[in-house]
């Protein structure tokens, strides 16, 4: 025990005299007492001697416990391998492909791709004009030319024109009147196409079917680009 240490070390220390033994022992000290009975033997102790005893004290340093070592510091986390960066992908979006609506003279309804209205090669007098004399050459100033039969079969006018009707024999090209729909508009006539093209399926032919599914695979692919859905 510390107190047993204390009495020992205090054996080889010369010791006060009683009055000091009585005073108030200072913060941080302790009193050890050292005491003779009557026999002549003797005690230490850390109380007063028992009555009829010769005492002598002594004010000592209290005993500290040793401090308490500090805990070693926590070494900072080692930063792991860094992720690489993703590469940037660039997407190009193609703009949304239009679609037109053209009304034919009779006042029917169709979709177009290209907005061109059908161009188509009439003879005048459909118009409602009146032959007037006969020209004496096939093409020139004044008089209509005939179409040109294009490499894919489709008749065009010649050289990409449109010539007005002329009096005098011939013919000229007309064309339907086009206006280009809505985007959202374009999606909606996408979709309706597609549910006819499935209702129609179930009842055409084998040849047929084939001619549907491609068709089908075209406006899913562009409702997919264009419309952002299927």
């Known amino acids: 025990m510390r107190i047993a240490a204390l009495l020992l070390t205090s054996l080889l220390l010369p010791f006060t005299g009683t009055a000091f033994a009585q005073a108030k022992p200072a913060s941080g000290t302790v ?3 050292r005491c003779t009975d009557a026999g002549g033997k003797q005690s230490l102790r850390d109380t007063p001697c028992p ?6 004290a002594r004010e000592m340093l ?6 308490k070592p500090k805990p070693a510091p926590v070494p900072a986390p080692v930063p792991g391998p860094v992720a690489p960066t993703p590469p940037v992908r660039t997407v190009y979006l193609a703009p949304p492909r239009p679609m037109y609506e053209c009304t034919t003279p009779d006042g029917d309804r169709y979709t177009s791709e290209d907005g061109a209205g059908n161009p188509r090669w009439v003879p005048l007098w459909t118009l409602g004009y009146r032959a007037v004399g006969r020209p004496t050459r096939s093409s020139g100033s004044g008089i209509a030319q005939p179409p040109l039969q294009q490499p894919n079969g489709s008749m065009r006018p010649p050289h990409g024109g449109i010539h007005r ?6 013919g000229t090209w007309i064309r339907d009147q086009c206006a280009m729909l809505p985007p959202r508009e374009t999606c909606a006539r996408l979709r309706d196409r597609r549910d006819a093209i499935r209702t129609r399926f179930f009842n055409a032919q084998e040849k047929e ?5 491609i068709e089908e695979r075209g406006i899913n692919a562009r409702l997919h680009d264009d419309c952002g859905s299927r």
């Open 62 to 67: 209290r005993p500290q416990d040793a401090p």
């Open 51 to 56: 009555k009829g005893q010769q005492q002598q």
């Open 209 to 213: 079917r084939d001619s549907l599914r």
């Open 165 to 170: 009707p002329v009096i005098g024999g011939g």
């Open 31 to 33: 009193t050890v007492y």
